[in-house]
């Protein structure tokens, strides 16, 4: 009896110490990036509501357009080169060869790697829904400005739109292309498979 109890004692530690590590699990942050996450956000963000409220913060439309092209300068280099690789785990780039031709590279880290197991949800939705999100409301500017016939914003907006829609058209083709590489990968392994298949039968024949 007494070795029955000492058993029962062992086991409900052992359930307890189970709980304790699914909560330390739940525990755990979900952003794990939260600078990367939070810069990715404020540039953009802050551009938009120096756009909306310029009125307010200066009545100098120089200074205004000054500060909103450096906010989409600051965010075009952030998401490009720093928030894209930590939070989702794509990069694109342009380099020229020796030749002087402009090649686009679109890259995008492979699901086996150590980094990748960084990647989190929340981290990706952030990325997307600010990524997608703040060319659209630019595009909108763009077609307010041009009905409301305020000329001197429409350059600025449409450098909003151009410098943020690059960094979308990018990211997507890092996604897209990665989906294509998978498909190539996996047609050209279901061909080889058939291949082997038939020889074999051949060979057997």
């Keep these: 009896m007494l070795q029955q109890d000492s058993n029962d004692d062992t086991e409900d530690v052992s359930l307890f110490d189970a709980e304790e590590e699914t909560t330390d699990r739940r525990k755990k942050p979900k952003v794990r990036h939260p600078v990367a996450s939070f810069f990715h956000l404020f540039f953009r963000i802050s551009a938009i509501i120096v756009y909306l409220l310029s009125e307010l913060f200066s009545s100098s439309f120089i200074a ?14 952030t998401v490009k080169n720093v928030t894209g690789r930590l939070m989702v785990g794509l990069r694109w780039w342009n380099h020229i060869d020796e030749d002087g ?22 981290e990706s939705r952030i990325f997307w829904l600010g990524l997608i999100v703040c060319p659209v409301l630019w595009v909108v500017f763009a077609f307010s400005a041009l009905f409301s016939f305020k000329v001197k914003w429409l350059a600025v907006v449409i450098m909003g739109v151009v410098l943020q829609g690059a960094n979308l058209y990018g990211y997507i083709r890092c996604k897209v292309g990665s989906k294509k ?10 061909g080889k498979q058939i291949l082997r298949q038939h020889t074999g039968d051949d060979q057997s024949s």
């Design 181 to 190: 590489n998978l498909a190539s990968m996996a047609t050209s392994y279901l």
């Design 64 to 77: 205004c357009m000054v500060a909103i092209i450096l906010l989409l300068s600051c965010d075009f280099w």
């Design 101 to 122: 031709k402009s090649h686009w590279v679109f890259e995008s880290r492979k699901a086996s790697s150590q980094e990748s197991k960084t990647v989190s949800e929340a």
